[in-house]
Every structure is written in structure tokens, then in C-alpha cells.
């Protein structure tokens, strides 16, 4: 399960870096509609994995680690979006 995790991540990064590509060509609109998309949902998973992991606190380290590897990864995609994407759309905070 690790390893397809790890190749879920990798594909994900993948297409995110493809589509920041593909928001510059007029000749696929549909990117930045995406883009958003892929920000939304990730901008969610960070606010439940951050909700889940201070619930859990007090559980073994195990989950504190993976929860914390998984925000990493998350904070890691975001970062790769620009600014007037982020601004752009209305995050569910």
C-alpha cells in the first residue's frame, strides 16, 4: 500500500505540473478550471487532516507521523499553484 501511495502522489504532482503548463495555452481553457479544482480539494483534505490529526494527539505516534507526512505532501502541492490561482477562488475554510 505504501508504494501505490507514493505512485498516487507522484502521478498527482505530475498532472498538477502539466496543468500549470497547459493554463498558459489558449488552446486549453479547461486548465484553470482544474487547477481550481485540484486546489479546492486540496485546500479540503488539508483542513481535514489537520482537524483529524489534533483529534489525535493522544493516539500512537504512528498516525501522528502519517497524518503529518500526508499535510507535508499536501502544503508541497499547494505550493506549486500560483498566487492569482489561490486568490481567485473562494476556499472552503
Request: net charge negative; no cysteine.
Amino acid at each position: 500500500m505504501k508504494e501505490a501511495s507514493g505512485e498516487y502522489r507522484t502521478i498527482t504532482s505530475n498532472i498538477i505540473d502539466e496543468l500549470l503548463i497547459a493554463v498558459q495555452s489558449p488552446t486549453w481553457p479547461i486548465s484553470s478550471l482544474l487547477l481550481e479544482q485540484f486546489i479546492y480539494r486540496i485546500v479540503s483534505q488539508l483542513n481535514n487532516a489537520v482537524v483529524s490529526s489534533s483529534s489525535k494527539i493522544n493516539s500512537s505516534s504512528g498516525d501522528v507521523k502519517r497524518d503529518s507526512s500526508y499535510v507535508v505532501y499536501l502544503i508541497e502541492l499547494l505550493g506549486k499553484f500560483p498566487v492569482h490561482l489561490l486568490v481567485s477562488i473562494s476556499l472552503p475554510l
